[in-house]
């Protein structure tokens, strides 16, 4: 019973010790995005499809977004990068 009461403080002590430098990304509706390939990629092959647009925001780390066909994905902001036009 105390060892798990350590462990959960111990948990609790590194995620504040890490969210303490970590900012949600500052994705917002209908922004243009790029999407991570997670599987089926080859070492030379694209690594993002795209663009995507976001349509919905679930939580400050997830969202909904559409590509060109209006096919809908949930993605997590780890996976998806901001298309910046030249």
Same mark, same amino acid.
């Given at each position: ?6 462990? +959960? ?7 504040? %010790?890490?969210?303490?430098?970590? *900012?949600?990304?500052? =994705?917002?509706?209908? @922004? ?11 070492? +030379? ?7 995507? %647009?976001?349509?919905?925001?679930? *939580?400050?780390?997830? =969202?909904?977004?559409? @590509? ?19």
């Amino acid at each position: 019973k105390q060892t798990k009461a350590n462990v +959960l403080h111990q948990q609790q002590l590194s995620k504040n %010790r890490f969210d303490k430098n970590r *900012s949600h990304p500052p =994705f917002v509706l209908g @922004d243009l995005v790029w999407m991570k390939i997670l599987v089926g990629r080859h070492k +030379l092959t694209a690594r993002y499809i795209g663009p995507a %647009r976001i349509i919905q925001i679930l *939580s400050p780390v997830s =969202f909904i977004v559409e @590509d060109d066909n209006l096919q809908q994905f949930q993605a997590h902001s780890n996976n998806i990068r901001r298309v910046y036009s030249r």
